[in-house]
């Protein structure tokens, strides 16, 4: 990686690891794309070149991508679960005609591509508890679709025409910069400025729906590290499970409650969101992505509870 771009540059990921990927590559070399309505601010901004790269115009990647002689796209735009549930038709739109238009200019201009892939992309006949990396795949939401949909097109992409596809199938994540938003994890976030804040939190997900989940620190290495790895070494690429904790709404909690023992929580369950995680694994295996790239996630829940406490704090005293 030399020439790096990112679309989706200023969202709950690609905030982070454009930053992070400017402090390893420089910063000249890694250009911020952004969609009108999201444009970059401040330390994004100032700190590298930023570009108008809508994914749902090929025309406006291929430029991007001649222009500023980029070798690797890290495709960080999407709606999330419950957003693509109430807007179906964007959802494809971008998820997946927009994973097309890149692949287009990937394979036209050698580009390499990670586009994540998500918890999201099981359903109801997948085996709830370590999910096997390689199982049934039968997502009944309009987010799981594009995300199978793209893990097909991806693996497709490398066999058919050689571009260097890879995706892991992030669970939620959990970061106290950008916000997430519209997706069935994001309580896990959501849980933490309450807490931090001193407000009751109202947790729209019942007690017992474990997910997989993962702090942003953890989430930013498997991005960078899986693109870093030796091909060779790859017998699967789209997409590969990825984890470092499996938790349900009381065992964030009870994790809370050792640094905020006031700390409240009620019930507000949201069918949708309730629906959507029921559907999803409660805990994945990704022994295949420790084996072959050599993944090892730093944060488990004490240590993400912590750190975010911390900074959600250091904030507000700001
Ligand atoms: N965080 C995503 C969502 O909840 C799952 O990948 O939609």
Known sequence: MKNILIIGSTGQLGSELTMLLRAR??????????????????????????EHV???????????????????????????????????QLA??????????????????HCAVFTPSSIGAFGDYTPK?????????????MYGVTKVAGELLGDYYFK???????????????????????????????????AA?????KCPLLAGTFMDMMYMPDALSAAINLMEANPDSLVHRNSFNVTAMSVDPEALRKSILEYIPDFKMEYCVDPV???????????LDDS???????????????????????????KMNQ
């Open 160 to 194: 058919r025409f050689g571009v260097d596809t890879r995706s892991v199938r992030y669970p939620g994540l959990i970061s106290h910069v950008a916000p997430p938003g519209g997706g069935t994890t994001d309580y896990a976030v959501e849980i933490y400025h309450s």
């Open 197 to 201: 804040e001193g407000r009751v939190f």
């Open 54 to 88: 809508d994914i749902t115009d090929a025309m406006q990647i291929a430029e991007a991508v001649k222009k500023y002689r980029i070798d690797t796209v890290y495709n960080m735009a999407a709606l999330l679960s419950a957003t693509a549930e109430s807007k179906p």
């Open 288 to 314: 295949c992505a420790k084996e072959e790239w050599g993944w090892l996630p730093e944060y488990g829940l004490q240590l993400t509870t912590q750190s975010m406490l911390r900074e959600l704090e250091s």
């Open 273 to 283: 969101r309730q629906a959507i995680a029921d559907s999803w694994p409660n805990s």
């Open 129 to 141: 508890d370590r999910t096997p990396q390689d199982t049934v795949q039968r997502p009944q939401t």
């Open 92 to 109: 494809w739109h971008i998820g997946l005609g927009g994973l097309f238009n890149l692949l287009e200019v990937a394979r036209e201009q």
């Open 25 to 50: 590559y420089g910063s000249r070399n890694v250009v911020a794309g952004y969609i009108k309505g999201a444009e970059p601010t401040g330390e994004l901004l100032e700190s590298g070149p930023a």
